[in-house]
């Protein structure tokens, strides 16, 4: 069964704090995302990679960075905390096709 | 600008009736479009999707329904189950989806006993 697995459902980090939220597929997918979701705005890009060490920014990438060493695992980094960060923050990943991305349940972060 | 719109922020239908959620959009680079399920925390589902090469794909209680020249898509669902109410996110990808899914902002079905 196809799985993506966040390593956090809820974290609670301090302002000022780097935050580190992890992912974790195990489908061989090339394509994998990080998105947040808000009240009102829908799910937003931060940052998606098609291939290890490859990055690219999304549509609000300000204020975060992403690693991806390995395949299968892909982090997302908050280097230093705000409360604007405050989010949902949802993984997916994708065969490079017209296949459906698949989620993780998701990390619910509160920074205070 | 956003790019994927949903206009409806709720919509309450009743138990057994057809719910209709609407989805437009303005890339006319889009060429394939999902639309995903989503209950509070948890992470969204895959629901159906439809390639722009067709004009309606089918599964089960679920039919989504695109018009190309309005830029315009439509997830209905019939008969309405309680089990269905959450956020639908409609979604659209161009040239491979390589680059993520474009959202739109959700609608909150809600079915009513």
């Known amino acids: 069964d196809v799985k993506v697995t966040q390593s956090s459902r809820y974290l609670v980090k301090r302002t000022g704090e780097k935050v580190f939220l992890e992912c974790v597929q195990d489908?061989?997918?090339?394509?994998m995302f990080w998105y947040r979701q808000d009240p009102g705005l829908g799910l937003r890009l931060i940052y998606f990679s098609y291939d290890v060490k490859m990055k690219e920014k999304g549509d609000i990438p300000e204020g975060y960075s992403v690693s991806r060493e390995k395949k299968e695992r892909f982090s997302l980094i908050l280097e230093s905390a705000s409360t604007n960060q405050t989010s949902m923050y949802l993984c997916?990943?994708?065969?490079?096709?017209?296949?459906?991305?698949?989620f993780g349940q998701g990390t619910r972060l509160t920074v205070v | 600008d956003q790019q994927v719109k949903q206009n409806s922020p709720s919509l309450s239908v009743q138990e057994g009736r057809i719910s209709i959620l609407n989805c437009d959009y303005t890339n006319s680079m889009f060429d394939y479009f999902l639309w995903y399920k989503k209950y509070p925390a948890e992470g969204p589902t895959f629901l159906i999707s439809?390639?722009?090469?067709?004009d309606k794909n089918e599964d089960g209680r679920f039919t989504v329904f695109l018009n190309k020249s309005a830029k315009h898509l439509s997830l209905h669902i019939v008969p309405s189950q309680p089990g269905d109410s959450a956020v639908y996110f409609c979604?659209?990808?161009?040239?491979?989806?390589?680059?993520?899914?474009?959202f739109g902002k959700g609608t909150h079905l809600i079915i009513q006993p």
């Open positions: 997916a990943s994708s065969l490079p096709n017209r296949d459906s991305a698949f």
């Open positions: 979604a659209a990808i161009s040239g491979g989806g390589a680059d993520g899914l474009t």
């Open positions: 489908m061989d997918h090339e394509n």
């Open positions: 439809i390639s722009s090469i067709k």
